[in-house]
């Protein structure tokens, strides 16, 4: 069944409010109960991937204009497929020794990936199956905490209020990456499940207005399924919408935020953007659509191309 369809059904279940969901408590929470809502899969229905094989470049099944989300740490290179992560969201990897854990939300098409060392020790990730915001929440096995993946940090449990380290992750096409990183690799298919990822389970979804899940905060300021990549300065949170950005007609945009200067690469032919600083240097910011943004950050500057 198509988790797609399954979404569909359970759309109009509302989560009661309580002290627990899915076995997660709830105590004293970050976030409002009443805002966290019923998925559909059961905890670990959507089943992470926690033994991750990978392929090299030349061996990898992808089309040129595929996307992935591209992660570069310990000078390794790693590709992962999003038609592979629809259907997994979390992949709990190690580059070169360091732990990583790559989450990825259909919903909200935010591809992040997070150092999981908290306090020098390495958790591993689940898909706890409920949502914020439309986003998903993960869960930590070493100690049950529900974590926002859009908030960076855990909102419940035990770890309530730790934060993530976030990495920079490339959203772009699997020409681009592989250009970029020619020695990359690539998450294999071949992930112990079971799965069509040649399927796209949310087929249309990001050419549809709609926004399956209730969110806290609303903008008709673009598209909901605009796609932005977004920064947070010290406290100050700014958004660059991809059509703001293809209206400069420039590759590379100077922007200030927050009294810092940022250098914006954006690629219309790849539909990707990154963000570096003023000597060069790539800082972790996020690609999703503008409802997710806005929904985490509704106090958020966006660029406008003037």
């Known amino acids: ?125 689940g898909v706890s199956g409920l949502l914020y915001n439309s986003d998903v929440l993960l869960y930590d096995r070493e100690t049950e905490s529900l974590w926002s993946q859009l908030k960076y940090e855990a909102v419940s449990g035990p770890l309530r209020g730790t934060q993530l380290e976030m990495l920079n992750t ?56 605009e796609m932005v990549i977004g920064i947070e300065m010290n406290g100050v949170n700014k958004a660059y919408p991809f059509s703001e950005l293809e209206k400069t007609k420039k590759s590379v945009i100077t922007d200030m935020v927050n009294g810092q200067q940022l250098k914006i690469n954006y690629s219309a032919k790849n539909k990707s953007a990154a963000i570096f600083d003023a000597e060069g240097n790539p800082l972790a910011a996020v690609t999703n659509f503008w409802f997710a943004w806005f929904a985490f950050n509704p106090e958020t500057e966006i660029f406008r191309a003037d």
């Open 1 to 125: 069944m198509k988790i797609l369809l399954l979404i569909s059904v359970l759309f109009f279940v509302q989560s009661a409010p309580g002290q627990t969901m899915k076995g997660f408590n709830l105590e004293n929470a970050l976030i409002p109960v009443e805002e966290i809502k019923d998925g559909g899969p059961p905890k670990d229905g959507i089943p992470s991937i926690d033994k991750p094989k990978f392929l090299r470049a030349q061996n990898a099944d992808l089309g040129t204009q595929d996307r992935i989300l591209g992660v570069y740490e310990n000078g390794v290179a790693k590709a992962y497929p999003i038609k592979t992560l629809n259907y997994h969201e979390i992949v709990n990897d190690e580059f070169d020794g360091k732990p990583v854990v790559i989450t990825y939300c259909p919903l909200c098409g935010s591809g992040i990936a997070f150092d999981d060392r908290i306090k020098g020790k390495a958790h591993t990730f």
């Open 170 to 225: 490339s959203n772009t096409t699997w020409a681009a990456w592989k250009q970029q990183h020619p020695n990359t690799l690539v998450l294999s298919e071949d992930t112990g499940f079971k799965r069509n990822y040649s399927l796209d389970p949310y087929p249309d979804y990001q050419n549809s207005s709609a926004v399956f899940f209730p969110v806290a905060n609303e903008s008709s300021e673009f598209h909901p399924k």
